[in-house]
């Protein structure tokens, strides 16, 4: 009847307490303040990171898988891109799980098929294709495990009968990644 007889609170201050019935030890009532109730809940995927392209382009070869340069920053909470080697690096003792992402779009006019890939470390890790025409694009998003100081790049291919240009909209070609809460 303590409890039940009292109002319904819609805000609480985070020094405010909160009273449970503890089930395991036949209704005992406990007490704790809001800030402990809620500790370890929710939290923030960071590290995290987002570049666009440029909006200049970048040519590829027919076949060859060509990492994607001249990337700029939207935002990067640990500041682990390096902008002169376009990678990413875990931060130290930020390991685990990311999110990775990445979208890349053709700027030729002949049909053709182009790939996104992830290297992690210097090796091909995921990949994505798609045929497309005139300014489509093909993205792809994965989750992978990271150790601090493991770096992550994007490298595109184009195939089908010959090279083309990407990397000529800034606004939609982004590469990023963010860690996943566990």
Same mark, same amino acid.
């Given at each position: ?14 020094? +405010? ?5 503890? %089930?395991?030890? /036949? $209704?005992?009532?406990? !007490?704790?303040?809001?800030?402990? #109730? =809620? ?42 891109? +390096? ?5 990413? %690096?875990?931060? /130290? $003792?930020?390991?685990? !799980?990311?999110?990775?992402?990445? #979208? =890349? ?78």
């Amino acid at each position: 009847t303590v409890i039940t007889g009292q109002t319904a609170e819609t805000t609480i201050a985070s020094d +405010d307490l909160i009273l449970l019935s503890d %089930t395991s030890a /036949s $209704g005992a009532l406990k !007490k704790m303040t809001q800030a402990n #109730f =809620v500790s370890g809940v929710g939290g923030t995927n960071t590290p995290a990171f987002l570049v666009q392209g440029p909006t200049g382009g970048q040519t590829l070869s027919s076949g060859t898988w060509t990492k994607l340069t001249d990337w700029t920053n939207v935002y990067d909470t640990a500041s682990g891109f +390096d902008f002169t080697n376009d990678k990413y %690096t875990i931060p /130290s $003792g930020q390991g685990g !799980k990311y999110f990775v992402y990445g #979208f =890349v779009k053709y700027a030729g006019s002949a049909s053709r098929r182009i790939q996104i890939a992830v290297y992690k470390n210097g090796t091909i890790n995921q990949a994505a294709g798609n045929n497309v025409d005139y300014y489509a694009g093909v993205h792809l998003g994965v989750a992978l495990e990271f150790a601090a100081s493991d770096y992550i790049e994007i490298y595109c291919k184009i195939d089908n009968g010959g090279g083309g240009q990407v990397m000529t909209d800034n606004l939609t070609e982004r590469f990023g990644a963010y860690k996943i809460i566990e």
